[in-house]
């Protein structure tokens, strides 16, 4: 155990919109300590998500992130040598940071040749309500469902 709790880290916002939630997204995205590249795909996504939808590309991201973010998910639980997936509602903090992973690590799976393509039509579908990073929430979504059970677990 430590002794005190790590004191929470500000990140600050984005150059181009101004928003804190952008500069996570470029972290997470970020390879090798290559900030600059990343955010450049990030900027070239939300442009080319706003050439193909017609509406504010930051705007479709943000819906996209929103669709993605669990409420719920199942943690795993040891009661008398068996082990129970618990559900749990998801803390804020960290539906963000679920959202942020899921959605990079799904668009990085994608078919398209860069990673710009990417990105883009994995923001698109998830606005939509489709797409892998959705289909991930679904599923913890449905494995919370089924777990209701052994909700009495909780910690």
């Known amino acids: 155990m430590r002794k005190a709790k790590p004191k929470k880290r500000y990140i600050l916002p984005d150059p181009k919109f101004g928003d ?3 500069t996570k997204f470029v972290n997470y995205l970020m390879v090798d300590g290559k900030k600059s590249i990343a955010y450049a795909i990030f900027y070239d996504a939300i442009a080319q998500v706003e050439s193909k ?10 819906k996209a992130l929103n ?9 795993s639980r040891r ?18 940071s679920l959202g942020i992973k899921w959605m ?3 668009s990085r799976l994608r078919g ?12 698109i579908s998830a606005s939509k309500g489709e797409g892998a990073a959705i289909k991930k929430k679904d599923d913890t ?3 919370a469902e089924a777990n209701k059970a052994f909700s009495h677990f909780r910690f």
């Open 112 to 123: 398209e040749k860069t990673m710009v393509d990417r990105l883009a039509g994995e923001i």
């Open 67 to 75: 669709n993605i973010m669990p409420a719920v998910e199942v943690k």
């Open 79 to 96: 009661v008398g040598g068996a082990t129970f997936q618990v559900p749990l509602e998801v803390r804020p903090d960290r539906k963000i």
């Open 53 to 62: 939808t017609g509406e504010n590309g930051l705007e479709t991201w943000k």
């Open 141 to 143: 979504h449905r494995m």
């Open 104 to 106: 990079i690590s799904y």
């Open 20 to 22: 804190t939630l952008v």
